[in-house]
């Protein structure tokens, strides 16, 4: 078995009227799985899982809204070794890349503040 960091994207959907801003939320797990494609199954249950079930909304800006799965955005092998190998402290489990339009918008991402972003695969 081997480890895998999984990427759910899961987005908040009011439950009437328009709707003209969606937040998302990727969430990554770490799941073990002979190979990718298993990986990928169980992602992709991971994520209807977190979906809210019929009758469960909760309040997003006001508006009564639910948990909408997306899609499983990415599937990254890490840890390579050993197939008894587990992570350890400090492992890297999975990486996003992005592009930043200045040194200004990389310090304001790195202090948490706000900043348009491309988003690389």
Known sequence: MKWYGVSIIMSARVLEGEQSQYLVWENIHLVSAADGDE???????????????????????????????????????????????????????????????SAEDVRKLAQGEEVSTIYLE
């Not at 019929?54 to 990254?76: C, D, L, M, T, Y």
């Open 39 to 101: 990986a990928a199954r169980k992602a992709q249950r991971l994520g209807e899982q977190a979906m809210c079930k019929p009758g469960q909304s909760f309040s997003w800006n006001g508006r009564e809204a639910r948990w909408s799965f997306e899609g499983v955005r990415k599937i990254v092998a890490i840890q390579p070794g050993d197939p008894g190998d587990l992570p350890t402290d400090g492992a890297e489990i999975t990486y996003n890349e992005l592009l930043l339009a």
